[in-house]
């Protein structure tokens, strides 16, 4: 399977999603104009804009949780919201973690998500504890989605350390998902059976294509919270985040990079390292001499599709080729500017 191959399949689907371009750059206009949503305020998001199965996937095309994009996770600090409405009474409190379980019981995804946002209207420590213990609980992503971002609601009132403290037993199972996924050589598509290539265009291949949009939004808002937070890892809880990188989604991918370099995480360098050889300049990817080919046909295929298959990699990721640069300053002390070199100074280390 060749890099010419897949790029001259990628220029073929190209032209036949055009159409969607010009409502992709809507989108991504009003994304930056909501970047950084009021605390206690519901921040939901806008209906209609998951990235289609049919949209280009070339770069441009930034559909991502509470509008935060790439630009703005690598290059703008977060910045602090503004002050939290006043306190709730004990009585709105006790209301409030009332209908927020009664919602949490629903069958319908909608309705839980639902409880979550609106209970986020409450300023009281009660509703924080009450997203934590209910995400403990296997909860879909767009669920999860909506409980990341009522927690990011809270990130700035007296006891944000309970917040963080959510997010952070959150980042566990998410980083566990992702460890689960790549182990089960699941490249976040469905597979063809016929051609063994991507298929992003059956209603079965839509539905798992979208479902892994939705959990990379998920991972996307979480990461956020935490960089909003200030969080770094430390003794407390030291989270390896090289999973994460093999996401298709560009801002969990920043944002894990992101992460890895204020914590100086030596243990992400090879990954790190696979990731640059993926793509070793901001305007190229690279199929070929990334798997190691000493296996089995099948082994090497299924080690291939987890890396490529889905195509959203297939593409030049000029944010995440910036964030694994900057990451291997902070982590090195280096400025590294080919894989080969970055391989070296990790032989040098071992």
Known sequence: MCHQHHAAAAAKKGRARAQWRGLLVALALLSLAALHPTPLQAAPEPPGTDRGIDQPGDGSDWDQPTGTTPDAVLAVPPQPSPTAEAPA??????????????GLRAKADTDQAAALAAAGDVNDESIVKEIGKALRKERAAEVRRVAYDTLRRYLHVPYRERAVDALLDALDREVDRERSRIAKADPGVRID???????????????????????GRAMATLLTGLLEAGWS???????????LLQCPD????VSALKLIAVGKDERALPEVLELFRQYPEPARYETGGVVDRGGTNA???AAWMVRFGHPDKRRARPHVHAALRAAVLAVLGRDVHTPDRLESLIRARD
């Open 299 to 301: 082994t090497a295929k």
């Open 233 to 243: 890892p430390d003794a407390r809880k030291d989270v390896d985040m090289s999973p």
């Open 250 to 253: 560009d801002v969990v991918v």
């Open 193 to 215: 059976p016929r051609t063994g290539d991507d298929d992003t265009y059956s209603p079965e291949g839509q539905a798992v294509y979208e479902a892994t949009a939705r959990a």
């Open 89 to 102: 009474t004990a009585h709105e409190a006790k209301a409030a973690v009332a209908a927020l379980r009664k």
